[in-house]
C-alpha cells in the first residue's frame, strides 16, 4: 500500500517528550471522543469489570470515565508530564513506584487502584509485566506509532488482549503525500493485514 512519503519517517521518543513540554498536543481532547461514546457497547460486549487498555495514552479523559464506569483502566504513556497531568487534572490522588522489570520505568496508580498508568516506551511492556486484555482503546497509538515500527506495535497488542476481546481503532485518511504526519496514514489494507 502506498503510504507515500511517511514510509521513511520517524518521530523520536525525545520529540513526543518536547511535544508534551511546549504544551504542542493539538492531539489531546478535553472532551470524550464521540466514536467511544457511539461504539461503547461494542468494547465492553454487555461485560462489567473489564481491564481495559489504553496505548500511548497522554492523559486521556476517557480513562476516568471508564474507571468511574467499574472498568479497571492501564495506560503506557512515555511522557510522565502527561502521566501526572492525568491525575491532577481530574483530581485524583496516585502513588508512584518503580516497574522492577524495566530500567527507569515508573508506575502511576490511582489511590482506589483502578487506574495504572505506565510510563515508559510502550515496547518495554509485555503481558507478564501488565497482564492481558478484554479491550483496548487505540485512539491516537496506532496512528502516531512510526510507520517502521506498525508490525511490532501490531504484534505486542494482539499479545496483549484475551481471545473474546474488542479493540477499537480510531484511523485517520488523508493524502499522505501532503502531510508528513504524525498522525501517520494507516490504509485499511494494512490494518487488515496487522491485525488479521
Not at 470524550?32 to 461504539?39: D, G, T, V
Not at 483502566?73 to 485524583?92: C, I, R, T, Y
Not at 483496548?136 to 481471545?163: F, H, T
Not at 498522525?183 to 494494512?190: A, K, M, Q, R, T
Request: net charge negative.
Amino acid at each position: 500500500s502506498d503510504i507515500g512519503s511517511q514510509k521513511e519517517r520517524v518521530v523520536t521518543e525525545e520529540e513526543w517528550l518536547q511535544k508534551w513540554e511546549m504544551g504542542n498536543i493539538g492531539f489531546h481532547k478535553e472532551q470524550r471522543h464521540p466514536l467511544l461514546q457511539k461504539y461503547l457497547d461494542v468494547l465492553l460486549n454487555g461485560r462489567s469489570g473489564l481491564r481495559i487498555f489504553f496505548p500511548l495514552c497522554g492523559k486521556a479523559v476517557e480513562m476516568k470515565w471508564l474507571a468511574d464506569m467499574g472498568h479497571t483502566v492501564v495506560g503506557v504513556e512515555v511522557s510522565e508530564q502527561a502521566v501526572k497531568e492525568f491525575f491532577s487534572d481530574h483530581s485524583l490522588p496516585y502513588c508512584e513506584e518503580p516497574v522492577p522489570e524495566i530500567s527507569g520505568a515508573k508506575m502511576f496508580q490511582s489511590t482506589s487502584g483502578n487506574i495504572s498508568l505506565y510510563c515508559c516506551s510502550i515496547y518495554d511492556l509485555s503481558s507478564s509485566i501488565i497482564g492481558k486484555f478484554d479491550g483496548v482503546w487505540d485512539r491516537g497509538a496506532l496512528v502516531a506509532v512510526n510507520p517502521c515500527d506498525r508490525q511490532r506495535y501490531a504484534s505486542l497488542m494482539i499479545n496483549l488482549v484475551e481471545k473474546n476481546s474488542s479493540y477499537l481503532l480510531v484511523t485517520v485518511s488523508y493524502d499522505p503525500n501532503k502531510h508528513k504526519g504524525p498522525p501517520f496514514y494507516v490504509p485499511e489494507s494494512e490494518i487488515k493485514s496487522l491485525f488479521g
